[in-house]
């Protein structure tokens, strides 16, 4: 199998035989499930899964993004030019979350009314054309984190090829690697309501301010960060690896600018910097 000789570059904690054995078991998972709609973002493990799929099945494959605008425009941008590239079936479609009273309230189970919105949409799809099965992009990782979308996907009976294959974060970006995708290293993602904390209403308005500002830190050369949204003060969390190039005081201007432009009173930095789900801290806690 020729493949072995192109995967040498990869991480040496991984086993190159056994990444290989997992990719094929997917592909194996997928086959078997002949026609699937794939609820695809475009993020690393979404955009796998939409290529392992249009491998195994072909235009029997079909991506959906959801068009909503908790979803940056950029993202968008993206999934559309990497469905493209590969020669992958893919359609927006409109999700309509904001509507939902229960949604806009931004409790705990916020996640669990837009992935409920996004699995109901596609489940008149699958019917409306004969779609054997939904799919979506979490993998092993993401089992262990609080995330009420996956009761979304428990209820609509979505199904997790990554995690029925023992997938990992690590070994979908180096198979993603060795398939030369460039989503192989993007970083980590999440909608844009995902932003503000738990009780404060999400709404197309605040996270148009989020996504602004996102834009504005990533044309400044920041690769990993996140805006969170709290009210009239504004808390910038930047990947530990880039938080020194924000430590100064030509950044600090800059950033100051950026959200003192958008209606910030307040323009803070994180000092722990950005971390996956720094949100859900105020539920451990209250938890513990």
């Not at 020729?2 to 056994?18: C, E, H, R």
């Not at 997938?167 to 970006?173: G, H, S, V, Y």
């Not at 503000?196 to 209403?201: D, L, Q, S, V």
Request: proline share 4%.
């Amino acid at each position: 199998m020729g493949t072995l000789v192109a995967i040498q570059g990869l991480d040496k904690k991984l086993d190159p035989a056994q990444l290989l054995f997992k990719q094929e078991q997917l592909l194996t998972i997928l086959r078997d499930m002949q026609r699937v709609l794939i609820a695809y973002s475009g993020g690393t493990d979404s955009a796998y899964l939409a290529w392992a799929a249009k491998k195994a099945l072909g235009d029997n494959a079909i991506a959906i993004t959801a068009d909503s605008p908790s979803i940056p425009e950029s993202h968008k941008r993206d999934a559309v030019d990497f469905a493209s590239t590969h020669g992958i079936v893919h359609e927006m479609i409109p999700t309509s979350e904001f509507d939902n009273p229960e949604y806009v309230a931004n409790n705990p189970d916020r996640c669990f009314h837009c992935k409920d919105e996004l699995f109901r949409v596609m489940d008149q799809i699958a019917t409306d054309r004969g779609f054997d099965h939904i799919v979506y992009g979490v993998n092993m990782d993401d089992l262990g984190d609080y995330r009420p979308g996956q009761s979304a996907a428990k209820i609509h009976q979505v199904k997790a090829p990554l995690v029925d294959a023992g997938l990992t974060k690590a070994e979908i970006r180096e198979l993603s690697k060795l398939a030369q995708l460039d989503t192989w290293d993007r970083p980590a993602a999440a909608c844009l309501s995902s932003r503000i904390p738990y009780g404060t209403k999400v709404t197309p308005e605040r996270i148009k301010i989020v996504e602004q500002g996102e834009e504005a830190i990533k044309a400044l050369g920041f690769r990993q960060f996140r805006v969170r949204y709290h009210d009239n003060l504004v808390r910038i969390e930047i990947d530990p690896s880039e938080l020194e190039n924000a430590l100064n005081l030509r950044c600090a201007a800059q950033l100051t600018a950026i959200f003192k432009s958008l209606g910030f009173h307040y323009v803070t930095l994180d000092l722990e910097g950005y971390r996956q789900g720094s949100l859900n801290s105020v539920l451990r806690d209250k938890i513990q």
